[in-house]
């Protein structure tokens, strides 16, 4: 089945420490990207890859990184998490040559 | 500036009817994309329909379809029929050619709507 999955589902964790969410698709995309989703403000991205070793940021990319070491994969990195980075996170790829993001189920973070 | 607008108020729909939903977007590039995303309570993002700039034609998939006015900037998503797991957020999307490789989404706020029995 094609998927986007993420992992974990669902954190709650302290501020200041560091944490991975994963991020995996199976459908050979080129373009992977991570969004979040704050009430109010709708979905934000932080960080996009068009390709393995190619990544950039996105529209809020404070306090966050990401890596592409391997086409699948995209984790989200929080090196010191703080409250405001309480969210709900997104991750999604799609073919470089189309816009059509398939989502993974979301990961709700938060950060006490 | 906002890209996408999406203003309406909660929505209740009867049981099979058809509800619409609008959504307008603002863009000067004259080759992009718009999408319509479904988000159930659970929260997942679910792909509805794409309309691109350049279709001739609006887009269906099964019980949705897009009413796509180009002069107007506009991209309803129309639901017929609707269901009782219709239930849920509905957001408008729009992805621009001129981001160089970024197929970055700009998502509107939503639209709520409840499928009343």
């Known amino acids: 089945e094609a998927q986007v999955t993420q992992n974990p589902r669902y954190l709650i964790t302290v501020t200041g420490k560091k944490l991975t969410v994963t991020c995996s698709q199976n459908m050979n995309h080129e373009y992977m990207s991570w969004y979040r989703q704050d009430p109010g403000l709708g979905l934000r991205q932080i960080y996009y890859?068009?390709?393995?070793?190619?990544?950039d940021k996105g529209d809020v990319p404070e306090g966050y990184k990401v890596s592409r070491k391997e086409k699948r994969n995209f984790p989200l990195i929080l090196e010191s998490p703080s409250p405001n980075q309480t969210s709900l996170y997104f991750c999604?790829?799609?073919?470089?040559?189309?816009?059509?993001?398939?989502f993974g189920p979301g990961t709700r973070l938060t950060v006490t | 500036a906002q890209k996408i607008t999406q203003t309406q108020p909660g929505m209740f729909v009867q049981e099979k009817e058809a509800v619409t939903l609008d959504c307008t977007y603002d863009?000067?590039?004259?080759?992009?994309?718009l999408f319509w995303y479904k988000q159930p309570s659970s929260g997942e993002m679910i792909f509805l329909i794409y309309q691109g700039s350049y279709d001739q034609q609006n887009a269906t998939e099964g019980r949705y379809s897009l009413n796509f006015q180009k002069a107007r900037k506009s991209a309803n998503l129309v639901i017929s029929a609707s269901q009782l797991g219709d239930s849920a957020m509905y957001f408008c999307?729009?992805?621009?050619?001129?981001?160089?490789?970024?197929?970055?989404?700009?998502f509107g706020k939503g639209n709520q709507v409840v499928v009343i029995p």
């Open positions: 890859s068009m390709n393995v070793e190619v990544t």
């Open positions: 999307a729009m992805r621009e050619a001129g981001y160089y490789g970024n197929n970055r989404l700009a």
């Open positions: 863009t000067s590039d004259p080759s992009y994309g």
């Open positions: 999604a790829s799609s073919p470089i040559d189309r816009g059509e993001q398939y």
